[in-house]
């Protein structure tokens, strides 16, 4: 059983920056894929990043690419999600999941059995 909490969200103006942090407490399997997914009011849910724990690859949204940086501590077991250049359209929402697929084959929403509770991200022009 995990259980994921994550912190960080505010509220900024565009063009600022927020850090993400999703702190994993129990056993994780270490090479299963880890992620970052937002869910804006009215929208489905939507992968932003993702990392593979076992070798540290990542993955990222196209409208997040070059601006988004998810980073993943495994001596402190704690996921990051660095939001830079942040625009209105990234308010949302923002949900960090574990125990995807190994080596993140697949990182969509279904793909994950664990969820934190989400942490508010709100950019205004």
């Known amino acids: 059983q995990l259980q994921l909490v994550e912190s960080g969200g505010g509220s900024v103006q565009t063009g600022g920056s927020l850090r993400l942090s999703c702190a994993v407490s129990g056993y994780r399997h270490r090479n299963n894929c880890m992620g970052w997914f937002r869910q804006a009011p009215g929208k489905e849910r939507e992968g932003v990043a993702a990392?593979?724990?076992?070798?540290?690859?990542?993955y990222y949204a196209d409208s997040v690419k070059g601006r988004f940086t998810i980073s993943l501590d495994n001596a402190e077991n704690t996921m990051y999600l660095q939001m830079n250049s942040l625009k209105p359209e990234d308010t949302a929402m923002y949900y960090c999941?574990?125990?995807?697929?190994?080596?993140?084959?697949?990182w969509g929403p279904g793909d994950f059995g664990y969820w934190g509770q989400g942490t508010q991200v709100t950019v205004s022009a």
């Open positions: 990392i593979y724990p076992g070798g540290g690859s990542t």
């Open positions: 999941a574990a125990d995807g697929f190994s080596q993140c084959d697949s």
